[in-house]
């Protein structure tokens, strides 16, 4: 079984551009999550997806961070614009049920 | 609110000792209790979890840990370190609601040194 795929794998950016990450999460999961680590502090929750329905945003930083998914597939999350604390790992996680997660490989924002 | 610690941001040992990272939690109810490890450039991987039962949980790669109630923590623990367990260590607890959100501790590195 393919697992929760992440792209791109690194993103450096300018302040005040546009970046979407992607998560392809496990077929047939419709259960789908992201987290987020900003350097050297804890991994935080940002959202979670019932297929296409968001069941819980409350971990979203603000409203510069739209999430999306898009038919309860792929989910994308579309940071407008990037600041510089944005910067650091955006991890995508599935799961058929909830809690049972499978974690992708990250992709680390780099925002200058 | 639910909560967990990582006390130490970096723990080192000599291969072949044995190793403790020690996880403190704070919860409401029956904790669910998961390690997971992060390699160089790799993703997060399940390493093992406590959900209910036996107090001492064996997962990968060799690794368990204990599950004690009454001093709520659940330290990883591996008799015999490896330098290839040089990695990012993170103590996760599952919130109970609908959305089964994990709580995160701030990751402890393991440096495993010949």
């Known amino acids: 079984e393919a697992g929760v795929t992440q792209f791109p794998s690194h993103s450096v950016i300018e302040k005040g551009q546009t970046v979407t990450l992607r998560c392809d999460p496990i077929s047939g999961h419709d259960n789908l999550y992201w987290y987020r680590r900003v350097m050297g502090k804890e991994i935080k929750f940002l959202l979670h997806?019932?297929?296409?329905?968001?069941?819980?945003e409350s971990g979203m930083p603000n409203n510069r961070f739209l999430a999306e998914r898009t038919g309860g597939t792929y989910s994308t999350l579309k940071v407008q614009p990037a600041e510089l604390e944005d910067s650091g790992v955006y991890f995508c996680a599935s799961s058929q049920v909830v809690g049972g997660y499978t974690f992708g490989s990250g992709t680390r924002l780099t925002v200058v | 609110a639910q909560s967990v610690a990582q006390p130490e941001d970096q723990v080192n040992v000599a291969e072949g000792n044995p190793l403790t990272v020690k996880c403190t939690y704070s919860v409401s109810g029956n904790p669910y209790l998961f390690w997971y490890v992060q390699y160089p450039n790799r993703g997060l991987q399940f390493l093992l979890k406590?959900?209910?039962?036996?107090?001492l949980v064996k997962g990968s790669y060799g690794f368990e840990a204990e599950f004690n109630k009454s001093q709520t923590s659940f330290h990883l623990k591996k008799p015999s370190a490896l330098v290839s367990d040089s990695a990012l260590y993170f103590c996760?607890?599952?919130?109970?609601?609908?959305?089964?959100?994990?709580?995160f501790g701030q990751g402890t590195t393991l440096q495993v040194k010949p």
């Open positions: 406590y959900i209910t039962g036996d107090n």
């Open positions: 996760a607890v599952r919130e109970i609601s609908n959305t089964g959100k994990l709580i």
């Open positions: 997806f019932v297929k296409e329905s968001k069941q819980d």
